[in-house]
């Protein structure tokens, strides 16, 4: 759990460093590779969730991808609307948050053992 809980720092950290880089050094690509890389943020948090399935059968991590997918029906729907922005970033936070309860169980699950 704590490999997964690194990599997902690290993919959080990516487009922050990212957009940080171009606000300091001004240049409007920096931006561009930001933007592209909090779609590789999401997807790399997605197949975190798909491989904590088998082993934490957790009611979060099904809420985490049902609302996932209905991000993705909604944007197929909708289009590009301005509603649909808030969500990547709270379904980001979601994640790390059930990343960090599951690795709270399984810590005291060991303690117990």
């Known amino acids: 759990m704590k490999i997964r809980s690194i990599i997902n720092y690290i993919a ?3 487009p ?3 957009g940080l880089a171009g606000l300091v050094l001004k240049d409007d690509d920096i931006y561009i590779y930001a933007l592209l890389s909090t ?3 999401g997807a790399i ?5 798909l491989t904590m399935l088998p082993r ?3 009611n979060l991590l099904y809420t985490y991808l049902s609302i996932t ?3 993705f029906a909604l944007w197929y729907i909708l ?3 301005y509603g649909l922005i808030a ?3 709270a379904l980001a936070i979601f994640l790390t948050y059930i990343i960090y309860v599951e690795g709270k169980k399984e810590v005291r699950a060991k303690e117990t053992i």
């Open 16 to 18: 922050f460093l990212l």
């Open 45 to 49: 948090q997605v197949i975190i969730a």
């Open 87 to 89: 969500m990547p970033p």
């Open 12 to 14: 959080l950290a990516i």
């Open 56 to 58: 934490h059968n957790s």
């Open 69 to 71: 997918a209905l991000f």
């Open 39 to 41: 779609a590789v943020t």
């Open 79 to 81: 289009g590009e609307e």
